[in-house]
C-alpha cells in the first residue's frame, strides 16, 4: 500500500502549471515542500486567496510564487493551470468549486485536500464527472516526512495517477486507498501530527515540573521523539518490542507507563483518533447535504 517512489516517473512536472484555490496552512506545506524537493519552479506555481491579501503577500514574497486575491486574474490563473488544488475549508468548498467550475476545462486535473469532501460531491457540484484525485495529505509534507491518502474518480488516467503520486511521493509517502478509508487516514496521518504535538506539549509541561529549563526540555523531547520514530523505522522492530527494551522490571519506565495506562492514555488516543474519522465523515455529510439542497 505504501510506495516510497521519488522518481519523476518520465513526468515533466516543471512544465505544469500548478494553481492552489485556498491559500492556507496545507497548500503552504505542499508547496513549499514540491520547490524544496525541486519538483517544480515557483514561477508555476499560483496560489489564490478569497479576502487575505496580507497572506498571499507574504507567501509571495517567502516562496516566489505568483499569487492573486478574487477577481479576473484569478480566473486567468484557473483556466491556465494544469492542475488544480482545492485547498479551502471544508464549509467553503461548495461555494468555492461553484465559483469555477465554468473556468474548469476536461483535460485539468482536479486535487482535493479537503477532509471529507466526496469525489461525488465534488462531481455534483460541477455537474459532471471530472479526472479528480482526493487526498488526505498533512502537514509534514513541509520538510518532505508527509503522509498522503489518495483516492481516484473514475476519469483519471493512468498517466494522471503517475503525476499525482509522483507529486505527493516527492514530499512524502502516498497510500492509495479506496475512496471509503479516506476518513480512516483523516483520524490516521491528516490529524495524526497534532496528537504528537499534543504529546510533546505535555512532555514540555511534566519537564518543566521537573525543574528543566523550557529551552532545554524542548531540545530533549524533540531528540527523543525523533529517535523513537526513527528506532521504529530503522530496526523495523514493533513500538510494542522497542518500548519492552526501554523497560526494566520494576524500574523508572514501568513506573511511568503503568501510572500512564491507569490514567486511560491508550483509551484517550484511541477514542480520539475514531472521534477524528467520525469527525471527517460529519465534515463530508454535512457538504453532501448542501450539495443536495
Ligand atoms: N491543516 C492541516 O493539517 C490539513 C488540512 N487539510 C485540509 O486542507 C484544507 C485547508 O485547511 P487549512 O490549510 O488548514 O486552512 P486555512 O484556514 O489555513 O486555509 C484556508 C484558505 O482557503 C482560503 N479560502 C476560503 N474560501 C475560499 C474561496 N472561496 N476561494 C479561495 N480561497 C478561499 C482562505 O482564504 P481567505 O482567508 O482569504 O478566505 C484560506 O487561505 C481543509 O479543507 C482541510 O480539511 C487536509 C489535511 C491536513
Ligand atoms: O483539522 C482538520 O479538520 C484538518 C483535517 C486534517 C487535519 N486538519
Redesign the pocket.
Known amino acids: 500500500m505504501l510506495s516510497m517512489e521519488q522518481t519523476n516517473a518520465g513526468i515533466d512536472i516543471e512544465a505544469l502549471k500548478i494553481s492552489f484555490y485556498g491559500a492556507g496552512s496545507?497548500a503552504e506545506a505542499i508547496v513549499r515542500g514540491l520547490i524544496n524537493q525541486k519538483l517544480t519552479k515557483p514561477e508555476q506555481i499560483s496560489m489564490l486567496n478569497r479576502q487575505n491579501a496580507d497572506r498571499l503577500n507574504e507567501l509571495s514574497e517567502k516562496y516566489g510564487i505568483q499569487t492573486v486575491l478574487n477577481g479576473s486574474t484569478n480566473e486567468q490563473f484557473i483556466q491556465d493551470a494544469d492542475i488544480i488544488f482545492l485547498a479551502m475549508?471544508?464549509k467553503d468548498a461548495v461555494s468555492a468549486i461553484s465559483s469555477i467550475k465554468h473556468l474548469l476545462s476536461e483535460k485539468q486535473l482536479i486535487v482535493s485536500v479537503?477532509?471529507?469532501l466526496s469525489i461525488s460531491s465534488i462531481e455534483r457540484v460541477l455537474g459532471k464527472s471530472a479526472a479528480i484525485v482526493r487526498t488526505?495529505p498533512?502537514?509534514s509534507s513541509t520538510i518532505g516526512l508527509g503522509v498522503t491518502g489518495i483516492s481516484y474518480s473514475g476519469s483519471v488516467t493512468e498517466e494522471q495517477r503517475k503525476l499525482a503520486e509522483t507529486m505527493f511521493a516527492s514530499i512524502g509517502i502516498n497510500a492509495v486507498v479506496e475512496e471509503s478509508l479516506q476518513d480512516s487516514i483523516?483520524g490516521v496521518s491528516?490529524?495524526?501530527?497534532?496528537y504528537v504535538y499534543f504529546f510533546m506539549e505535555a512532555m514540555m509541561q511534566a519537564a518543566e515540573k521537573l525543574g528543566l529549563p523550557a529551552d532545554q526540555a524542548k531540545e530533549l523531547i524533540v531528540q527523543t521523539v525523533l529517535g523513537a520514530a526513527e528506532m521504529v523505522r530503522t530496526t523495523g522492530e514493533e513500538p510494542a518490542e522497542l518500548r519492552r527494551k526501554v523497560t526494566s522490571p520494576n524500574g523508572t519506565t514501568q513506573a511511568a507507563i503503568e501510572s500512564m495506562a491507569a490514567s486511560g492514555l491508550t483509551e484517550a488516543v484511541v477514542r480520539g483518533m475514531l472521534r477524528?474519522a467520525e469527525?471527517?465523515g460529519e465534515?463530508g455529510s454535512d457538504i453532501e447535504r448542501s450539495t443536495l439542497s
Request: hydrophobic fraction near 40%; glycine fraction near 16%; aromatic fraction near 0%.
Open positions: 496545507m475549508k471544508p479537503i477532509a471529507g488526505m498533512n502537514t483523516v491528516g490529524s495524526g501530527p497534532a477524528s469527525r471527517a465534515i
